[in-house]
C-alpha cells in the first residue's frame, strides 16, 4: 500500500503527540474533596470575630459569630472594602478612617444547644445548622463573586419556623475611636461624630442610611423572602456612592434598594453558579501538598482568604479586609503590611489579583511626585506612610543635606516599586516595564540619588534616615540594601529595553563607591554606630537577605556566617514578638537554605496562645487565632498569616538573580512534596515532586521566553524531555535552558520515572480540618 507524504507526516505528529502526552506532568487532584480535609470547622459557637466564620468577594464580606449583647443570636458582622470616612485630605486614624456598618443577626426562638459549621472552601460558602430547644436552623452564606450582596439561605424544623432575621445599624465611628475607647485610651481626643443614621422602608425594603459630615453618605439595604420549598433567603448590600465613584455624593440608599430590588429578581442558583465558577477557576491556578497536614491546610485558608478579600479590578486590601472590627489600624499602611499582603499572590500565579496594587500606583503617579518638596519634584517621587483609600497621597520631607538631623523615611515607594518589577519580571510585559514601571522607578530610586553623599572616604553614604520600625542612623541597612536593588534592577531594565539613560554612569559608579552594610559581633547592624540591641518585629535591618536578595549565599559566600549570626540574633533577642517577626525570620533561613530552621520559625509564627496572658506577658497576646486570623493586642492585621503562607513558599521555590531554585529550603522531615504552577521571574511556571529528599522531575513552562536557569538538587545525570528546539547545558550546578515563549520541558535523573503526576500527598482523618474550633477529634 502507498503512503503518501500527507499521510505518513500525520502519522508521525500524531505518534509524537501520543508520547509527549505520555511524558506531560499532569494535575491529578480532585478539588472538592482535597479542599474538604482543609475546610474550617466548628462545633460550637464562634466566640467572636477572631474564631468566626468568613466570606467576601473583595467588596462586601461578613462574618459570623455569638453576638455579644445577644447571647443567644448569630451575628453576621457586615463590612464594605471601601467604606471610609473623607474628612481631610491627608489621612488619619480618626477623620480618614474604616467605619462600621453593622449587624445582621438570626434570633433563635429556643436556645441554642449545639452548633456546626463549616466553610467549604471549595465553593467558598458557610454551611451552618443551630440545634435549639425549639427546633433547628439550617442555613448557608455566600458572597457572590460577580454581586454586591450577601446571600443567606435558611430551613428550619419545629418552632424555629418563626425565627427572626434583624439589622443591628452600628453608628459611623472611625475604626480607631472605637477600639480605643474599648481599651479605655486616647478618651481625651476630641472627635466629632457622623450624624446618626436613620432607618425607611423604600419599596416595602428597609434601608438604613448613614449620613457623614462631608455630605454624602452610605446605605444598607436588606430584605427577606419565603421561598416555595419553605426555605427563606435573606439579601443584604451596602452602597457606597464615594467609593464607587470617588465624588461626595448623596443618594446611596437608592443604589442600595436597586441592587436588592435587582436580586430579588435574580435566581439563588444562577448567582450560586457565576458564583462557584469564579472559585472553581481561582484555586487550580497552582497547587501545593506538604507533608504537613496543619500547614498545608493553613496555606489553602489563606489562598481562600486572599481570594475572598480581593477579585480583579477591586480595591487594595488593607488591614481588615472586606470584614470589619474596631482597630488602632484603619487605614492603610504601606511600609510592611501591603506588602505582607501582597506576597503570596505572584508565585501561587495570581498575578490578576495582585495587579490591583500596581494599578493604583499607575492610577495616582501625579499624587507620588506631588509628594516630595518642590525642589525634588523634576526627578523624584515618594510617599509616606500610611494612606487613605485609594489614595497615594503623603507627603514626606526629604532634603538633600548631609548634615541634615531630621528624619528621612523614604522606603514605602522604593519597596512597592521592587514588588511592582518583581510582579511585572513573573509576567514578562516589557510595554508595562518601559512606559509605566521604568520611569516611576527610576523616580523613586533617584530620591537615593539625590540624598547620598560622598565622604572623605571616596565613598557614597546614606544620611540619617529611618529604619523602619527601629528607629533612626547614618547609613541605615535598610536604605543602603534598597539603593542597591534600585540601581542594580535599574541598569538592567536599560540593558534589557537598549534605553540610552543619562543616569546609567551614575548608577554604576555610585553602586561601586556605595558604602557596605555596618556589622558588630552579632551581624548586620541597624546603622552606623546603632546595633541591633533591642526586641523588635520589623526585619528592615536584614532586608539585604530577604526579600532584596541583595547579600546571599551565592553571591556573598564569605559572609555567610555573618548572615546568620544576623538572622539568629534577630529571634534571640525575644519580645515585640508578632506572626510577621517569626515569618520574616522563616523566610530569612530560607534564603539562607537553612530548611530546618525555617521550620521552626513558621510554626512559632502560628503558635496558638492565649490573647489574654498573665502577667509578665502583655495583656493582650499577639496570636493567629483559631480561623487563621491575626489578633495583635485585639486589632486585626490582614497581612500577618499571608506572610506565613509566603514562607512555607519559600521553602518550595525561589526565584532571584535571574536563577529558579526548586526546593531551595525544604526541611529534613519533608520528605516527600509537590507542587505544581507556581510562577518565577522570568515569567515561568514551575512544577516538580521531591521523593524521598531528592527531586524526582521538574517540568517548567515559558510564558515569556526569557533565559531559564534552574538549580535543584539532581544528583547525577540530569535528562531533559522537550522539543528538539530546546537545548540544555549544564554549569556550576546550574541548568540553562533556550526555552522559547509557550515552551516546556521536564528535567529528571536516573530512571525515567513511570509517571509524570502531581497530587495530593496522603492525609489521615484525624490530622484533617486543623483550623476553626473542634473540642471534638474525629
Not at 536593588?485 to 554612569?505: M, N, V, Y
Not at 483559631?626 to 513558599?649: G, K
Amino acid at each position: 500500500m502507498k503512503i503518501t507524504t500527507t499521510i505518513l507526516c500525520f502519522l508521525i505528529t500524531n505518534i509524537l503527540c501520543s508520547a509527549q502526552k505520555q511524558t506531560a506532568v499532569q494535575l491529578n487532584v480532585h478539588w472538592q474533596s482535597y479542599l474538604a480535609q482543609h475546610d474550617l470547622v466548628w462545633d460550637k459557637m464562634p466566640a467572636d470575630y477572631f474564631e468566626g466564620a468568613f466570606v467576601g468577594n473583595g467588596l462586601l464580606g461578613t462574618i459570623l459569630f455569638k453576638d455579644d449583647i445577644d447571647t443567644n443570636a448569630l451575628r453576621f458582622e457586615i463590612g464594605r472594602t471601601d467604606v471610609f470616612d473623607h474628612r481631610t485630605k491627608e489621612p488619619s486614624a480618626y477623620e480618614t478612617s474604616r467605619l462600621p456598618i453593622g449587624q445582621l443577626l438570626l434570633k433563635p426562638v429556643g436556645k441554642i444547644i449545639k452548633t456546626s459549621i463549616c466553610t467549604d472552601l471549595w465553593n467558598a460558602e458557610i454551611r451552618g445548622e443551630l440545634t435549639t430547644t425549639e427546633g433547628t436552623l439550617s442555613f448557608r452564606c455566600f458572597t457572590p463573586s460577580e454581586e454586591e450582596l450577601i446571600v443567606v439561605n435558611m430551613t428550619t424544623t419545629g418552632n424555629e419556623k418563626t425565627v427572626k432575621f434583624q439589622f443591628r445599624p452600628q453608628l459611623a465611628q472611625s475604626a480607631r475611636y472605637i477600639a480605643k475607647r474599648a481599651m479605655g485610651l486616647e478618651l481625651n481626643v476630641k472627635y466629632e461624630q457622623n450624624p446618626p443614621f436613620r432607618t425607611e422602608i423604600m419599596d416595602a425594603i428597609e434601608v438604613v442610611t448613614q449620613p457623614l459630615l462631608m455630605g454624602d453618605d452610605y446605605a444598607t439595604a436588606w430584605s427577606e423572602k419565603t421561598n416555595a420549598d419553605n426555605s427563606r433567603t435573606v439579601l443584604v448590600t451596602v452602597a457606597n456612592r464615594w467609593g464607587k465613584y470617588r465624588k461626595a455624593a448623596s443618594g446611596s440608599a437608592m443604589d442600595a434598594v436597586a441592587t436588592i430590588k435587582a436580586g430579588l429578581q435574580k435566581k439563588v442558583s444562577d448567582m450560586e453558579k457565576a458564583h462557584r465558577n469564579w472559585w472553581h477557576n481561582y484555586y487550580p491556578a497552582s497547587f501545593i501538598s506538604i507533608p504537613d497536614a496543619r500547614l498545608e491546610s493553613f496555606y489553602w485558608i489563606q489562598l481562600y482568604k486572599l481570594g475572598s478579600a480581593t477579585h480583579p479590578n477591586r480595591p487594595v486590601i488593607d488591614l481588615l479586609g472586606p470584614w470589619f472590627k474596631p482597630t488602632s489600624w484603619p487605614l492603610v499602611w504601606m511600609n510592611l503590611n501591603v506588602q505582607l499582603t501582597y506576597f503570596v499572590f505572584g508565585t501561587a500565579n495570581h498575578a490578576d489579583l495582585e495587579d490591583n496594587l500596581y494599578q493604583l500606583i499607575d492610577r495616582h503617579k501625579d499624587q507620588l511626585i506631588a509628594n516630595v518638596p518642590a525642589a525634588f519634584q523634576a526627578d523624584c517621587a515618594g510617599v509616606r506612610n500610611p494612606v487613605n483609600y485609594d489614595d497615594m497621597y503623603n507627603p514626606l520631607f526629604l532634603s538633600d543635606d548631609k548634615n541634615n538631623d531630621k528624619e528621612l523615611n523614604i522606603i514605602v515607594l522604593p519597596w512597592l516599586m521592587q514588588m511592582y518589577y518583581v510582579h511585572n519580571s513573573r509576567i514578562g510585559d516589557d510595554v508595562r516595564l518601559r512606559n509605566a514601571i521604568y520611569p516611576l522607578m527610576r523616580r523613586a530610586f533617584n530620591v537615593y540619588l539625590r540624598i547620598l553623599y560622598k565622604g572623605d572616604d571616596g565613598l557614597y553614604h546614606i544620611p540619617y534616615t529611618y529604619s523602619d520600625e527601629y528607629g533612626n542612623a547614618k547609613e541605615t541597612s535598610l536604605n543602603i540594601a534598597l539603593a542597591r536593588w534600585g540601581f542594580k534592577t535599574l541598569i538592567s531594565i536599560a540593558e534589557r529595553l537598549k534605553i540610552d539613560d543619562p543616569l546609567l554612569p551614575r548608577w554604576k559608579e555610585t553602586l561601586a563607591k556605595m558604602q557596605d552594610y555596618n556589622t558588630d559581633e552579632n551581624g548586620i547592624m541597624i546603622g552606623k554606630d546603632v546595633p541591633f540591641a533591642k526586641p523588635h518585629r520589623h526585619y528592615s535591618h536584614l532586608f539585604a537577605i530577604f526579600p532584596l536578595y541583595d547579600m546571599t549565599i551565592e553571591n556573598e559566600p564569605n559572609r555567610i556566617p555573618m548572615m546568620q549570626k544576623s538572622v539568629q540574633h534577630f529571634t534571640d533577642l525575644d519580645g515585640d514578638n508578632c506572626i510577621y517577626k517569626f515569618s520574616g525570620a522563616s523566610s530569612l533561613w530560607s534564603a539562607l537554605g537553612e530548611g530546618d530552621k525555617a521550620l521552626k520559625w513558621l510554626n512559632r509564627s502560628l503558635e496558638l496562645l492565649p490573647r489574654f496572658a498573665e502577667p509578665p506577658a502583655p495583656k493582650r497576646t499577639p496570636t493567629a487565632t483559631p480561623n487563621t486570623f491575626y489578633s495583635e493586642r485585639e486589632n486585626p492585621t490582614f497581612e500577618s498569616p499571608i506572610s506565613a503562607a509566603r514562607s512555607i513558599l519559600d521553602m518550595l521555590i525561589q526565584s532571584w538573580g535571574g536563577v529558579i531554585r526548586v526546593f531551595p529550603a525544604i526541611p529534613s522531615t519533608w520528605q516527600n512534596t509537590e507542587f505544581f504552577n507556581l510562577r518565577t521571574e522570568g515569567g515561568f511556571l514551575v512544577s516538580a515532586v521531591s521523593k524521598n529528599s531528592k527531586t524526582e522531575f521538574i517540568k517548567i513552562q515559558s510564558l515569556a521566553g526569557d533565559p531559564c536557569l534552574i538549580k535543584a538538587d539532581f544528583m547525577g545525570e540530569i535528562k531533559l524531555i522537550a522539543s528538539k528546539t530546546v537545548k540544555m547545558k549544564q554549569h556550576d550546578g546550574v541548568v540553562e535552558l533556550n526555552l522559547k515563549k509557550g515552551e516546556e520541558a521536564i528535567l529528571y535523573t536516573g530512571e525515567k520515572p513511570k509517571d509524570f503526576i502531581i497530587s495530593s500527598l496522603p492525609m489521615k482523618v484525624e490530622d484533617m480540618n486543623n483550623w476553626g474550633v473542634r473540642t471534638k477529634k474525629p
